[in-house]
């Protein structure tokens, strides 16, 4: 409907009022859509022993166009509570994206401990991208590269030769090692400052 609107207004044809009134009931639409979205997938429970099952209620959500799924081992543990919530927070942003733009057919969330350290991976089987420069400039990346390196870990997006988009999150032992170290020194300010930063 904007489209024509656009078209009429460059033909200089008469425009109704009730096509820009039915644009804006649209945008609004649109925006308590994302609103309510968010909503419903806010949690500021998530800690390490709540992980795994934050995740597989994110998959189950019944509002994604996109089946999601999630692949973890039952013996995966995580420690660290600020890390656990980072990771929860990375794979909301990458599945939410997925679903707006991939134009996939299912979406992966895949958690697991390597002998190097820990990988979060949302993995979907849709257009993928030509240009990962490009899709760098958007705010989600800049988002979840953030969250990632709050936890002293790296973000990466590529393209599977398969087809599709993958975000990978990584978190070295070292730096789970690290704020181990960190925590136990810091006692109660150190898990005010993880709340916190859970929060953002």
């Known amino acids: 409907?904007?489209?024509?609107?656009?078209?009429?207004?460059?033909n200089h044809r008469v425009i109704e009022v009730s096509d820009i009134e039915k644009?804006?009931?649209?945008?609004?639409?649109?925006?308590?859509?994302?609103?309510?979205?968010?909503?419903?997938?806010?949690?500021?429970?998530i800690d390490a022993p709540r992980l795994t099952g934050a995740l597989q209620d994110l998959?189950?959500?019944?509002?994604?166009?996109?089946?999601?799924?999630l692949e973890v081992k039952p013996s995966f543990q995580i420690e660290d509570d600020m890390a656990a919530a980072q990771l929860y927070r990375i794979a909301r942003e990458a599945v939410i994206n997925a679903n707006k733009h991939a134009q996939a057919r299912e979406i992966v969330v895949g958690?697991?401990?390597?002998?190097?350290?820990?990988?979060?991976?949302?993995?979907d089987d849709g257009v993928g991208f030509s240009n990962g420069?490009?899709?760098?400039?958007?705010?989600?990346?800049?988002?979840?590269?953030?969250?990632?390196?709050l936890m002293g870990g790296r973000l990466e997006i590529d393209s599977p030769k398969r087809g599709g988009t993958r975000v990978s999150c990584y978190l070295p032992n070292k730096a789970l090692q690290s704020r181990k170290k960190e925590?136990?020194?810091?006692?109660?300010?150190?898990?005010?400052a993880n709340a916190l930063a859970a929060l953002i």
Not at 1 to 10: F, Y
Not at 111 to 123: A, D, I, N
Not at 183 to 192: E, F, H, W
Request: charged content about 25%.
């Open 1 to 10: 409907m904007a489209r024509s609107v656009a078209l009429r207004l460059k």
């Open 23 to 45: 644009i804006a009931q649209l945008v609004n639409q649109g925006a308590s859509d994302m609103r309510n979205l968010s909503r419903a997938l806010h949690r500021s429970d």
């Open 59 to 69: 998959v189950d959500r019944e509002i994604w166009r996109v089946p999601c799924r």
């Open 111 to 123: 958690l697991e401990r390597s002998p190097g350290g820990m990988v979060l991976r949302v993995t």
């Open 133 to 149: 420069a490009e899709l760098r400039q958007g705010l989600g990346f800049h988002i979840m590269n953030y969250r990632a390196q």
């Open 183 to 192: 925590n136990a020194r810091s006692g109660l300010p150190g898990k005010i």
